[in-house]
Every structure is written in C-alpha cells, then in structure tokens.
C-alpha cells in the first residue's frame, strides 16, 4: 500500500511539470515571435519597450501582456533604415543607440497623441557661418523669397488633389487664383495670408467627404465618424487632438513627416528651430514645419486615395474620455511603413533651402554649399545618370465593406461575402427584370415579335424547303457546325433573341424548319 501511495504521488509531481513545461513552450513560442522590418521600418509599441545590444546584435521587443514580438539584427544586412517607438514605457540602452549611430540608422520616439518626442539620426559638422546666415534670414530679403517659393508648392500641391481627387474645378481655381497673387507678396504677412485664404478653401471642400465602415460596425461608430467633418477639432479648437478617425490619420502622418524633416535638417548641419514662415515659439521647430509645408498636400492625397477606396476598421481607433480619436498600435504600424517616402519628399527641400541660404550668405563671407547628401543628386550628376523616380507609398490593405476583413488591396468583399453579395445582386436583376418585363411598351415589342413570327409561319411553305435539308442532314451536319458559330452570327442570321440562339447553338432546341435554309449557309453545308 505504502508502494502504490509512493506511486501516485510520483504521478502526480511528474503530471504538474509535464502540464507547466507545454504551457512554458507555448508561451515561450508566442514570447519569440519574430518579426523582419518593413520598407526598412521597425515600429515598436506596446509595453515593455526594450531596445539594447548584445553580442554585437540589435535586440527590439516590444508587444502586450503575453503577446510579444522580439528581433534581432546584425550589424551586417540588417535591412534597417528607421527605428520608431510609440509610447513612452520601456528603455533604450546607450549602447543601442551607438549601434544604430554606427549603421546609420535614424532613431525616433513619438508619443501616442501623434507628437514627437526626440529624433536621432545622421548629423553633419555644423558650419557657423551657415547658421549664421539662417538666424538672419527672416530679416533679410531671402526670407520672403523662401517663404513665397514654400507657399506656391504647397498651394499648387492643394490645386491639384482639388481637382484631381475632389473634382472640385471651382475650389481648384480659387486656390490658383491665391497661388497668382504670391507674385505681388512682398511681405511675411501677405504671404501668410494668402496660405490661410487658401487653406480655407482647401479644407472646406474636404467637410463633405464620407467615411466608410464595414456594415458589422457601423452600430459601434459615431455619427461625426463617418465624414471628415472640419479640420480643426471641436476639442482644442485646432487641427490637435482631433475627434474623428481621417484628421487623427492626418495628424499622424504629419507627424512621421515631422520627424523626417527634422532628421533632414540636422543631417545638413541646420538649425531646426530658426524658421522663416512659422513665428518662433518655445516648443515649436519653426523650420521644421516651414520645409513640411509644400509635402503636406501629397500626404493629404494618400489619405484621400486610401479613404475613398475602401472602409476603415473600428478596431483601429478608439475614444478617450473627452472624445479625442487615437489610432490603435496595428494601424499606426501599418502608417508608419510610409515614413520613408515622406523622407524622399522632403530631402530635396532641405537641400534647396541649405542652398539659397548658402547663396544668400556668400554676399557677405563666402559659405560653401552643403553637400546633397539626402538625395545624392550631384553624384548622379557627376556620373552622368538621371535621379531615380520617387516610389509611390505602400498602399494600405483595403477592407471587406460587409464583414471587416482584411483583402488584398482594391478588392470590395472577402470570398465569403462575394457569394453573399453576387446572390443579391442577381436577386435585384430578377426582380428588375420581371418588372421590365410588364411595362407597356415591352409587352408591345413582345406583341410585335408574335405577330411577325405567325406571319412568316402562315407564309412558309413545306415546298420551300430544299430536298437535301433532311432530318438526318440537321442532326449530323448542321447542328455539330451549328456550336462552333457565334450566338450573336445566329441571333443577326434569324432575327431570334439571344436566349433562343444560344438555345439553338448548344442543341437544346431544333428550330423551325423555316429557318434551316440559313443555318446551312452559316453551317456550310450544301446539297453535295
């Protein structure tokens, strides 16, 4: 007895270690699900951020709860071009950020409302005289010819998603009749004017554009969701924490935009905060969101394209407290594969403005243009080859419009809801159909087609037909040739419909023997 107590207690303590080592493996497995970067991109949110270097590796994990993700990079083909964390819990080791200063890897942490909160990349030796010249230059005249040439981009930018995405003629001239009057600006003032009467025409034609959802959400979205509504937020009383999901996807993409000017700028040796166009503010980069201007309107495009294509998840997004939209961790990472193309629009911008400060400068002390180090643009000169043509940013997975489900891009239902779909649109064709079929001047054409029909039988003659033209003769050689015409050649030869020429092609139905005559001439077959 004491034996089988013995036993059973030993299968009871190897029975708890078994159970615990597959809940172990299982949670070990779902701990190290690795991930490879997108376009070059990692995005980290979550909790728990970490971000560290051993063995000479690249260490990121980040997730929630259980659900975790962990990467590791070597310092050779690494494919990593940006790193970018949202969120603010976790660390970041001084030896990760050497590591990713060594591979040229630009570093940016943004915070979950959109802003950002610090950006590391390449920087270049700062020129003095450089700097000098930009802290001068919004008491100079190179001011407002900067601002002015800024401005014309970014209201020709709006011109054209007016006309080509909101087929808005009207909007799109108003704005060009703006963008003409920049010629006679001659101050910051005037300038900023014409921005803000542009501007004001631009967004107004944006109120009315609906937001889609899938139909399982749309008890779970609020009414004010599902149009963009105005661009300044009933919230703060300006375009920040916005109150519904397109101006929450605009103030994040602005903010990766953001992020890659100031990058842009500090790589050319600049000072993000002496601006031309912005007024200077303690917690405000001028320059930055002077050079984001004429990019804003392609941001605003892809948006637009997106938005128009296909429906946004609820899922996405979620309601804080006093109403301001956030967008969830999964669509943030999906934007955030965007970055680089708003780092190619915006390189050659820097460089322009690096160079008319540096011709500006030259006047008084001779300072060296910087270099084209963001779009190696004198490289490709020097070698005589053509800058690569801009890529076009990833497009977003479009969206089931009926059940939520993630499609390839350009697609309207998921498999499932496809067949759903079809049956009632053939249910809706039946019924036009039968409606149709009842109206006046269809039963008259129906009339017409009876009467002509028991004419030319009252006028058709056995004798007409030829002797050749047998039973036999229809099944073996006319009817066989018969399949290999076309529908419409019968339907044209006989003056049927449609339905009876292909009824009479497949073999389904013999026609009249009125009609055989043709059908041999089409069929080829002749009396020998």
């Known amino acids: 007895m004491t034996a ?35 376009h070059g991109v990692v995005v ?38 940006r790193v970018v964390v949202i969120g603010a819990d976790g660390m970041v080791s001084l030896a990760a950020l050497r590591w990713l200063a060594d591979q040229n890897v630009a570093f940016a942490m943004l915070e979950r409302d959109g802003s950002v909160l610090l950006t590391t990349g390449p920087v270049a030796a700062s020129d003095t005289r450089l700097r000098r010249a930009q802290a001068c230059a919004l008491h100079s005249d190179a001011a407002v010819e900067i601002t002015r040439e800024l401005i014309s981009q970014k209201l020709h ?14 909007a799109a001239d108003a704005v060009t009749r703006f963008r003409a009057q920049l010629a006679d600006a001659n101050t910051l003032d005037a300038i900023r004017m014409l921005e803000g009467h542009g501007g ?52 994040y993409l602005y ?56 429906p946004l998840k609820r899922s996405w997004f979620f309601e804080q407290r006093d109403g301001t939209c956030r967008l969830m961790d999964s669509l943030a990472t999906q934007l955030a594969d965007t970055v680089q193309t708003w780092g190619r629009e915006v390189a050659p911008l820097v460089e322009w403005f690096a160079q008319t400060l540096s011709a500006t400068a030259a ?18 000169e020097g070698q ?40 009632k649109r053939l249910a809706s064709a039946q019924v036009l159909g039968r409606v149709a079929a009842i109206r006046p001047e269809s039963l008259k054409k129906r009339s017409d087609a009876m009467a002509l029909h028991k004419e030319a039988l009252r006028n058709w003659k056995p004798s007409d037909l030829p002797d050749y033209l047998t039973d036999e003769v229809y099944a073996h050689r006319i009817r066989p040739a018969l399949a290999r015409l076309s529908n419409k050649a ?16 497949s073999g389904v139905k013999v026609p009249h023997r009125r009609h055989w005559v043709k059908l041999a001439e089409l069929a080829g077959a002749s009396a020998g």
């Open 200 to 251: 004001g025409v631009y967004w107004s034609a944006w109120q009315k554009i609906n937001v889609e959802f899938p139909k399982v959400d749309l008890a779970r979205v609020p009414d004010h969701w599902r149009s963009f509504g105005n661009r300044r937020s009933p919230i703060s009383g300006t375009s920040r924490k916005s109150a519904n999901p397109v101006n929450a996807i605009l103030n």
């Open 384 to 423: 005589g080859r053509s800058m690569p043509v801009q890529e076009e940013p990833p497009n977003q997975n479009s969206v089931c419009r009926n059940c939520g489900a993630t499609i390839s891009s350009g697609g309207q239902y998921c498999h499932a809801c496809s067949l759903a779909e079809s049956g």
């Open 157 to 170: 930018g709006q011109e054209t998603v007016l006309r080509e995405r909101l087929a808005n003629p009207a």
């Open 490 to 505: 019968i339907e044209l030869a006989l003056g049927v419909s449609k339905r009876y020429a292909y009824e009479i092609a």
């Open 255 to 310: 903010t990766l935009l953001e992020s890659e000017t100031r990058l842009a700028i500090t790589a050319l040796g600049l000072d993000p905060g002496f601006g031309v166009l912005h007024v200077d503010q303690s917690t405000r980069d001028s320059l930055v969101y002077d050079l984001m201007e004429p990019v804003r309107p392609r941001v605003d495009a892809y948006v637009l394209d997106w938005i128009t294509s296909t």
């Open 363 to 380: 006047n008084n002390g001779r300072v060296p243009a910087p270099g084209t180090r963001l779009t190696e643009r004198r490289r490709y």
């Open 4 to 38: 089988t107590k013995n036993l059973t207690a030993n299968s009871r303590l190897l029975a708890i270690p078994k159970t615990t080592a597959i809940d172990v493996t299982r949670r070990s497995a779902h701990f190290h699900r690795l991930f490879a970067p997108s």
């Open 44 to 81: 980290l949110s979550g909790y728990g951020i970490r971000v560290h270097v051993d063995r000479g590796h690249l260490i990121v994990e980040d997730g929630v709860g259980a659900d975790r993700r962990k990467g590791r990079f070597p310092r050779v083909h690494h494919g990593l071009w």
